[in-house]
């Protein structure tokens, strides 16, 4: 298991706000991908993008392009999910990975077990 610690999550009413944070040894911080990805009950895991955090560059799935926003902070070991305008579809839990897939052109959720990357933090986003 990767020490990935994610925080950040709660409840939020539909155009609401959110930020996640992700946390991670310095010797997964340093050279990688770290990005996000979430899974709602019933439905496939959903790649958010991802982060390279030797640079910044920086991908995400068009879907959610413009709304989602990845950051880091190197000082911290941590990259950052900001959500903006929340819409109940939005709903799952979110986690945090290091995974190149994440980092691609088509960000994609890595494969295998979810308790790899931790235990995730829950979103709900009401309407």
């Known amino acids: 298991q990767v020490q990935l610690e994610t925080s950040g999550g709660g409840s939020v009413q539909a155009g609401g706000s959110l930020r996640l944070s992700c946390t991670a040894p310095e010797d997964t911080f340093r050279i990688n991908c770290l990005g996000w990805f979430r899974q709602a009950p019933g439905k496939e895991r959903e790649g958010i993008g991802g982060?390279?955090?030797?640079?910044?560059?920086?991908a995400y799935t068009d879907s959610l392009k413009g709304r989602f926003t990845i950051s880091q902070d190197n000082a911290k070991n941590t990259v950052y999910l900001q959500m903006s305008s929340l819409k109940p579809e939005d709903s799952a839990t979110y986690y945090c990975?290091?995974?190149?897939?994440?980092?691609?052109?088509?960000?994609?959720?890595?494969?295998?077990?979810?308790?790899?990357w931790g235990q995730g933090t829950q979103v709900t986003v009401s309407s």
């Open positions: 982060i390279y955090t030797g640079g910044t560059s920086t």
């Open positions: 990975a290091a995974d190149f897939i994440l980092c691609s052109r088509h960000p994609t959720a890595p494969r295998g077990p979810l308790d790899r």
